[in-house]
């Protein structure tokens, strides 16, 4: 090289790639790192590039590759702590591989599914929590990148992660039919998702394993508006029980405040119990027994799977999709009557 290269521009993969004598997608392949060309043509692009003061950018490498260096994540919302926890173990997960993330929500978009066609055009994977669509579309759009679902029910077209929902939520509801409670209700509404209607399905074979009847959900949603109106028709009179199974900890929580609040003791008239273990739980009084899933580990896999894809080292969309399930656990504290030291325990 002539040593008289202009610095008076930046300098670019082209300008990097024309004094080499390589193409761009050589130079990109050179800075994704060692092991892809070959030792000379590498050395070669290193001297062009230190010589031109060449900084690589992700454009650029984007550009050479035909890929965004970017994830894609699609919920239904952005409120309450389940999703910041999940979004926060998606992006930082993201970040640590060298990936960027966009995130969509799809509450109150008119063409939810639009949306998400337009972030694919994006990104180079996606990951979907909640979608209206069909697993035909589904399979089809998996055929162009990869995609995951998060949370959703397993054995569908495309590969997905869930924490387990059905047994630590029958675990849960026999723990409290143990304590002698009888009637039951669960409140949330199975139809909303796979994970709803895991845990109340959990919930109705712990009555049928006790020769039970189980209780028709009471079907409300999970914010801490649907739990405050809930207590309030408690308290006028609807639905009397001595248990109420939350489908997440914002409900639970909800619920428990506004009772005590209004001068019923919890868990001595009703015991309650949550879905999540938001660090809320630990600290109210009574404390919350509750389920803890892996939200945040949900996120950073969900990352890790996709980008296994990205770099081959996952399986490849042609194969059969894969459905992996995290563990959770029932974590005893106070709110279903019992009296724990330490303060919390797990059960098995």
Not at 85 to 106: K, P, Q
Not at 116 to 145: C, F, N, P, W, Y
Not at 164 to 188: D, K, P, W, Y
Request: with cysteine; hydrophobic share 45%.
């Amino acid at each position: 090289m002539s040593g008289r290269a202009n610095h008076s521009q930046r300098a670019t993969i082209y300008s990097v790639a024309d004094a080499a004598g390589v193409s761009i997608a050589t130079v990109s392949r050179v800075f994704q790192g060692p092991g892809t060309v070959a030792k000379g043509t590498r050395e070669r692009v290193l001297a062009a590039a230190t010589e031109l003061n060449y900084v690589p950018l992700g454009a650029a490498r984007s550009l050479a590759v035909s890929r965004h260096e970017l994830l894609g994540l699609v919920l239904p919302e952005l409120g309450g702590p389940y999703y910041s926890e999940l979004l926060m173990g998606f992006e930082s997960r993201a970040s640590e591989l060298g990936l960027g993330v966009i995130v969509v929500v799809t509450q109150g978009k008119p063409d939810p599914s639009r949306a998400i066609r337009q972030l694919m055009s994006r990104v180079d994977a996606l990951a979907i929590l909640g979608s209206d669509l069909d697993d035909e579309t589904l399979a089809q759009l998996a055929m162009a990148k990869p995609l995951l679902s998060l949370a959703g029910a397993a054995g569908g077209v495309i590969d997905s992660l869930a924490a387990e929902n059905v047994t630590s939520a029958e675990q849960l509801t026999r723990h409290l039919l143990e304590h002698g409670r009888r009637s039951l209700l669960f409140l949330g509404d199975p139809d909303a998702g796979a994970d709803i209607a895991g845990r109340y399905a959990g919930f109705s074979a712990a009555h049928a394993a006790h020769g039970l009847e189980v209780a028709e959900p009471v079907r409300i949603g999970l914010r801490e508006s649907d739990g405050t109106a809930f207590a309030a028709a408690y308290l006028a009179g609807e639905h009397r029980t001595d248990a109420l199974v939350c489908a997440n900890d914002e409900l639970a929580l909800a619920v428990l405040g506004h009772l005590q609040d209004h001068g019923l003791s919890v868990p001595t008239d009703v015991a309650v119990v949550g879905w999540d273990d938001v660090m809320a739980a630990r600290h109210v009084r009574p404390a919350l027994t509750t389920v803890r899933q892996p939200v945040r580990d949900l996120g950073a896999l969900a990352s890790e799977r996709l980008h296994g894809h990205l770099t081959g080292l996952a399986a490849t969309n042609g194969s059969s999709p894969t459905h992996d399930i995290l563990p959770t656990q029932v974590v005893i504290r106070s709110s279903c009557g019992c009296t724990t030291s330490p303060p919390e325990r797990h059960l098995p």
